[in-house]
T-cell receptor, first 113, second 114 residues
């Protein structure tokens, strides 16, 4: 079914440490995932995406890992900064033409200076 | 700044009333999406328009409707408002009909129903 969920609702990380935000999905046929960042008072913002033909994708200070065997993906943020404090959503476009996007409940990341 | 604008920023109204939320997409984007974000339901896709036509429908109530005008701006109409409709309403836009990674979100309209 359509289900994208997160393991933890909140995460606190010391500035400079690496952050790992996890997400589980239920549909083994899912083939495309997106991570969004939502800062307080703003709309979600695209961070990085990954397709099912990849296990790993790297961006600037972020890495997404996809484990299709256990239907799990994670977002890793290197050298976490105060500006990384936000709610992070994993999202899955669905439908034959990715007509709609299903968002997970979100993980709130707090960076401790 | 995503280039997507939404008005008003805040809206306070009473149960039973009707409101209209407005969205202007990024210049050149033909698709507009509406989302509702509440504490208990998270971010929920409501509806998508592409170049004036409804393209996809999500969890949109019958009391809600939307349209996209020839100049590509969109309006979300919420009627017979209930307390549970209090939420943040986001509009997003993209150039293509598929949301994927091209979706740009506006700052949202915070609706409070008293």
């Amino acid at each position: 079914g359509e289900s994208v969920g997160l393991h933890l609702p909140t995460l606190s990380v010391q500035e400079g440490d690496n952050s790992i935000i996890n997400c589980a999905y239920s549909n083994s046929a899912s083939d495309y995932f997106i991570w969004y960042k939502q800062e307080s008072g703003k709309g979600p913002q695209f961070i990085i995406d990954i397709r099912s033909n990849m296990d790993k994708r790297q961006g600037q200070r972020v890495t997404v890992l996809l484990n299709k065997t256990v239907k799990h993906l994670s977002l890793q943020i290197a050298a976490t900064q105060p500006g990384d404090s936000a709610v992070y959503f994993c999202a899955e476009p669905l439908g034959t033409s990715y007509d709609k996007v299903i968002f997970g409940p979100g993980t709130s990341l707090s960076v401790i200076p | 700044d995503s280039g997507v604008t939404q008005t008003p920023k805040h809206l306070i109204t009473a149960t039973g009333q009707r409101v209209t939320l407005r969205c202007s997409p990024r210049s050149g984007d033909l698709s507009v999406y509406w989302y509702q974000q509440s504490l208990d339901q998270g971010l929920q896709f409501l509806i998508q328009y592409y170049n004036g036509e409804e393209r996809a429908k999500g969890n949109i109530l019958e009391r809600f409707s939307a349209q996209q005008f020839p100049d590509l701006h969109s309006e979300l109409n919420l009627s017979s408002l209930e307390l549970g409709d209090s939420a943040l309403y986001f509009c997003a836009s993209s150039a293509s009909p598929n949301p994927g990674n091209e979706q740009f979100f506006g700052p949202g309209t915070r609706l409070t129903v008293l």
